[in-house]
């Protein structure tokens, strides 16, 4: 009887080994798939929460950024604590905003977002119910993760090198060169070829000309008074616009360059946020009035793209994909590149 009742011990001691085993295996490969679980769900929503910010830019609701965050976040396997699902409200998830240099402005939940926020670091974290473990006296487990996302603001693009003046124009985001980073987008000038679908989306404010155009303030096919008529216009060539003190919406786009040479130019991109594209592998956009202010992204994907002026505000872009050399030349002593929120890239930082 004594040696049956050791037997009966060892026997439920060996139990109690097996079903840890067996907890260990299974309860711990639950584990690490709830916390990839958990992962994925920070990062959608950190990355959807700081879009969001992008492109309210500075009227922002916070009920509608993080519906939106807390969206992907359970579309991505995070449990809410509140249904109805996909609102405003979700107690697994909780973060606080970042300004442009990561400086913590106020945590989520306030009833606003902070003005200047530019990024979010979002933690997930729930419980879930354990199959075997249970039996050990661990009914339940908890997984946590965080994610970090923030706007990146770029001024200039180059694939090669950039010259600044110096004083160098105040820039409001970065300088990316020599290929450390992908274009935070990019343009297709057969889009905008007749027949393409930008020229298409624009319907009758498509305007097609062939050769190497000049455009000066007294041509009417061109200017109404002081005001370049809106529209994308399309240069089978190039375009040169000898004009000053003018103004206009519009989208210019030409097979090899497009020039502005006349002084205080005012214009606003007609094709959303595309103000100027050159094709041609040399200089395919030329800023050289003085005094433009401009808005929208200039763009030479093949060629380079240079802005020689005292003075002068961009709020848009410079992008240039040159083969070599210097692609971007910015001397704008007295200048600004401003980019726009809403042509940023967003990336998680962590």
Known sequence: ?????????????MLV??????????????????????????????LEGTFQLMLCASACSEAAVRTALNTLAEDNGLPDTTPPAHDAVNNNLSGTYLNINGVTLGAMGGGSVPAGATGLVLTTTHSFTTYFAGLLGFPTLSVGSSAVAQRQLVAIWSAH????????????????????AAAPFSYTIADYRPGGVKAVAAGIYYFQRSGAIVINCSDTTYFSGSTMYPGLYY??????IQCSNFNGQVTLVAETSVTLSGS????????GDLLMLGGGTSQAVSITGDNPALTGNL????????WTTTSGSLTGTLLSGCGSGVCVTAQVPSGTIMP???????????
């Open 17 to 46: 080994g097996m079903l840890g085993v067996v907890a260990l295996a299974i309860d711990g490969g639950n584990l690490y798939v709830e916390r990839r679980r958990a992962q994925n769900a920070a990062d959608a929503a950190a």
């Open 161 to 180: 090198d950039v010259s600044l003046s110096s004083p160098a124009p105040t820039l409001g985001g970065t300088v990316v060169t020599q290929g450390a």
């Open 264 to 271: 205080n130019a005012t214009l606003t991109s007609f094709s």
């Open 299 to 306: 763009d030479a994907p093949a060629g380079t793209l240079n």
């Open 340 to 350: 726009t929120p809403k042509s940023a890239s967003v990336v998680l930082v962590k």
């Open 1 to 13: 009887g004594e040696r049956r009742g050791q037997t009966l011990v060892l026997v439920g001691l």
């Open 235 to 240: 240069f089978s060539n190039s375009v040169t």
